[in-house]
């Protein structure tokens, strides 16, 4: 069992910087691939970024290529997301995921077995 809590959402303008932080319990957080997915209103679920279980593999959604980078800390059973840049696009509701495996770039949502109950960021212009 994983148990996952997202922080660090809120309202920032345009350009702005915001950190997302997923705090994590449970014996195999540190074996597995994490992930951040995020959500707008009316719309799917979008890949934002991927990690594996010891930081060697990372793989970012084509829309914020350039702008977030994915982190974590085994030590601290924490991952994270810098974002820098933000756009009015990038408004939704941001999840945390933990995959079923360790490795490899995985973008597909339904590998991913464990979610946090999400952080809202606003993006205002």
């Known amino acids: 069992q994983v148990q996952l809590v997202e922080s660090g959402g809120g309202l920032v303008q345009a350009g702005g910087s915001l950190r997302l932080s997923c705090a994590a319990s449970?014996?195999?957080?540190?074996?597995?691939?994490m992930g951040w997915f995020r959500q707008a209103p009316g719309k799917e679920h979008e890949f934002v970024a991927t990690?594996?279980?010891?930081?060697?593999?990372?793989y970012y959604g084509d829309s914020v290529k350039g702008r977030f980078t994915i982190s974590r800390d085994n030590a601290k059973n924490t991952i994270y997301l810098q974002m820098n840049s933000l756009k009015p696009e990038d408004t939704a509701v941001y999840y945390c995921?933990?995959?079923?495996?360790?490795?490899?770039?995985?973008?597909?949502?339904?590998?991913?077995?464990?979610w946090g109950q999400g952080t809202q960021v606003t993006v205002s212009s």
């Open positions: 449970g014996r195999t957080f540190r074996s597995r691939t």
């Open positions: 990690i594996s279980w010891y930081g060697g593999t990372i």
């Open positions: 995921a933990a995959a079923r495996i360790g490795e490899g770039k995985i973008v597909d949502r339904s590998e991913y077995n464990y």
